[in-house]
């Protein structure tokens, strides 16, 4: 019998390649089934500085970078620094995305967009929320959780009609992944949304919504997480008890107390957790 040429084992495996590849980019991306009142966020995503609270003003550019993250996370970062603004406009695509046959595509126009985010829907809006789409195409993000590792940009691609400003926008498959049994949490959206242009506040907001029983953590383990770019424990210590305040003004928090170096929080209730 002859042997098979090495160009036609070349040719099969190619073959068999190309059947993985299109196999692949037909499955669906089962996200879960969180209520409109929710926002569904990976852990890594808020248990991390990945999405700092910082004031856009303050954003550096990130060269590589491990950021500092809870045990268990690893994740290294690549690109213009982001914030708790972008976490929330990556929340509510994603939260869009959620309804779609494939599950990582999106549609809307950037006035629905907005108008879902309680922003304004003027000129200088739109520009901003192009500018913030841009950014979470333009970064490199790899995520190592619970064995694997992710990477890629948070947006892979998208399209926008300049006369009707419609977004068509796909979302990384991959990173769609971290949407796993345990690895996701269903953050309050209002809450979220009262507490704007509190970066510190929403961080908290987040990293405690991850956590059913929140445990007594460091000061500068929460400065760390946070990506804060206060220096000084004191100052820190100043700012993240004014959050705290915020949260339990929402009344996400019954209360709170900070001991020496150590926070500790009483959670208001129990909103569903996945870790």
Known sequence: MTEPQPDQLFA???????????????????????PEAKRGTPNSFIRSALFSAIHSKDRT????????SQQGITIKYTGQ???????TLWENLVHLAKAHPLGNVCAFTAHSLLKLLGLNTGGDEHQRLHKGITRLNACSVQITHEGKTYFGALIKAGIKDELTSHYSIELNRELMRLYGETQWTAIDWQQRLEL???????ALHAYYSSHRTPYPIKLATLQRLTGSRTARTFEFKRLCRAALDELV??????????????VTVKRAAALPRHE
Not at 251 to 259: D, K, N, R, T, V
Request: hydrophobic share 35%; no cysteine.
């Open 12 to 34: 099969s495996i190619e073959r068999l390649r190309e059947t993985a590849r299109q196999r692949e980019r037909a499955e669906l991306i089962q996200l879960p089934l969180w």
């Open 61 to 68: 550019y990130i060269d590589g970078a491990t950021l500092h």
């Open 81 to 87: 620094q982001l914030n708790q603004e972008d976490l």
């Open 196 to 202: 704007r242009r509190k970066p510190l506040a929403q």
């Open 249 to 262: 003004k929402i009344a996400f928090l019954h209360g709170y107390s900070i001991e020496g170096d150590t």
